[in-house]
């Protein structure tokens, strides 16, 4: 069975202070993983897809590396509007329908 | 950019009482779900639709939930006998052909009293 686990579940960091979330899959055959934004109350905000081991994805201060057995989403000199939850997702090759499996996420606080 | 959009974004229902969720995919986009996130818990897949028709769906997505698409840009969710556990945050999301990624929606919060 498809398996996405997420660490550390809360994490706080001061302004400025660089850190990285990990997270932990098992698929029968990966697809694709995800790594998408979630403000309180709001639906996930897309944010890289990585597709082999090896691949690395930037988008301003965060960059998503992905390996044969994880993801780890790196947090560079982080502001107090990157606090958010961010979820972590897969696909398996074996599903018909590129339906996501999502981590359980990792909660940052960036405090100014 | 083009979004999905969702209404309601928050509706309160009685248990046993019918409810519809709809959703307003991208406009060139195939592929549609319904995820849901009870509160504190992770996002689970419901429901998958492509050509009109059902690819998928978990164990979750029972006799009582249905989805249509009525017309070429709305998607709905019905749940025909709401229980209290249905209680959560549901999610409409979408995908084009060829890529892999899905755009979620901004959610609609069911509180079943």
């Known amino acids: 069975e498809d398996q996405v686990t997420q660490s550390p579940e809360a994490l706080r960091l001061q302004e400025g202070e660089s850190s990285s979330l990990n997270c932990s899959y098992t698929?029968?055959?990966?697809?694709?993983l995800f790594w998408y934004r979630q403000d309180p109350g709001k639906g996930p905000e897309f944010l890289f897809t990585?597709?082999?081991a090896g691949e690395e994805k930037e988008k301003e201060r965060l960059k998503a590396t992905l390996t044969k057995k994880e993801s780890f989403l790196h947090i560079t000199a982080p502001k107090p509007e990157d606090s958010a939850t961010y979820l972590c997702?897969?696909?398996?090759?074996?599903?018909?329908?590129?339906?996501?499996?999502f981590g359980t996420g990792t909660l940052l606080a960036v405090q100014p | 950019e083009p979004e999905v959009t969702q209404t309601p974004s928050h509706q309160v229902t009685q248990m046993g009482q019918e409810v519809i969720l709809r959703c307003v995919p991208i406009?060139?986009?195939?592929?549609f779900y319904w995820y849901r996130q009870i509160l504190g818990q992770k996002v689970e897949f419901l429901v998958s639709?492509?050509?009109?028709?059902?690819?998928?769906k978990s164990e979750i997505f029972d006799d009582q939930f249905s989805v249509e698409r009525p017309d070429g840009s709305n998607f709905t969710l019905k749940i025909r006998s709401t229980k209290l556990e249905d209680s959560a945050m549901y999610f409409c999301?979408?995908?084009?052909?060829?890529?892999?990624?899905?755009?979620f929606g901004p959610g609609t919060r069911l509180t079943v009293t």
């Open positions: 639709f492509y050509n009109n028709e059902i690819s998928e």
């Open positions: 406009s060139n986009h195939l592929y």
């Open positions: 999301a979408s995908k084009d052909g060829p890529s892999y990624e899905q755009y």
């Open positions: 698929v029968s055959g990966l697809r694709g």
């Open positions: 990585l597709y082999s």
């Open positions: 997702a897969v696909q398996d090759y074996g599903g018909a329908t590129n339906k996501l499996i």
